[in-house]
Each structure stands twice: as structure tokens, then as C-alpha cells.
Nanobody, 129 residues
Framework: QVQLVESGGGLVQPGGSLRLSCAAS????????IGWFRQAPGKEREGVSC????????GYVESVKGRFTISRDNAKNTVYLQMNSLKPEDTAVYYC??????????????????????WGKGTLVTVSS
């Protein structure tokens, strides 16, 4: 079974931190770029960060730059998103997905083309006082 599973979400106060994990099973993440996306209530899913398969190049949207850090551990077949200085506007369901590459276009990280990616089912992050 090919599967991506996100974990690490939860409830935190503004200014707090969480570390999300994206674990792959049934295939290797070594040769895929990986993106983190989020969807807040009533809004479209948006990309927040990505990491390439080679050289571990990374991309971030401006709203999370300097606060979020994406990384990968190929030996564990896992990609991480370290989220610091969390804000209420970061509240969303966070998803990871495979992609052909890591690209920031006009300040956004596009969804990977259909048929070229796998998606996890998401983990909920709630930032509230």
C-alpha cells in the first residue's frame, strides 16, 4: 500500500511550536520533492513549504518564512515541518504531498499536477489563546 501519513498536529497557544511529520510507507521518498500544504476553514488549500529531492533545496511562502523550517530524513522515509512562532492565522489542516519538484511561483507553491503526486489525509493544527 502506498501511503503518506501526517502527524504532530495539535492545539498550541500563539507563539508556540509544533513539529509535523510526513511518513511514507510502501514507497521511498528519496526521489520525490515534498510539499506541505494547508487548508483553513472556508479557504482553498495553499502551499506553505517544499523541499527538493536533490540538494535539499527549500521553498517557503512569505507568510511562514523565518518561522517554519522544512527538512527530510531519507533514512526514516520522513519529511518534517518545524513550525515556530505560531500565529492564529496558521490554524489549518496540514497536508504533505509528493511533487516533481519544489518551486515558488509568484510567491506561492503550486499544487503538484494531478497524476504526479500522492497526498496524505492531513493533521489539524489549531493556534489559539
Amino acid at each position: 500500500q502506498v501511503q503518506l501519513v501526517e502527524s504532530g498536529g495539535g492545539l498550541v497557544q500563539p507563539g508556540g511550536s509544533l513539529r509535523l511529520s510526513c511518513a511514507a510507507s510502501g514507497f521511498s521518498l528519496n526521489y520525490y520533492a515534498i510539499g506541505w500544504f494547508r487548508q483553513a476553514p472556508g479557504k482553498e488549500r495553499e502551499g506553505v513549504s517544499c523541499i527538493s529531492s536533490s540538494h535539499f533545496s527549500t521553498g517557503y511562502v512569505e507568510s511562514v518564512k523565518g518561522r517554519f523550517t522544512i527538512s527530510r530524513d531519507n533514512a526514516k522515509n520522513t519529511v518534517y515541518l518545524q513550525m515556530n512562532s505560531l500565529k492564529p492565522e496558521d490554524t489549518a489542516v496540514y497536508y504533505c504531498a509528493t511533487a516533481p519538484g519544489c518551486t515558488v511561483v509568484a510567491g506561492t507553491i503550486p499544487r503538484p499536477p494531478d497524476g504526479m503526486n500522492y497526498w496524505g489525509k492531513g493533521t489539524l493544527v489549531t493556534v489559539s489563546s
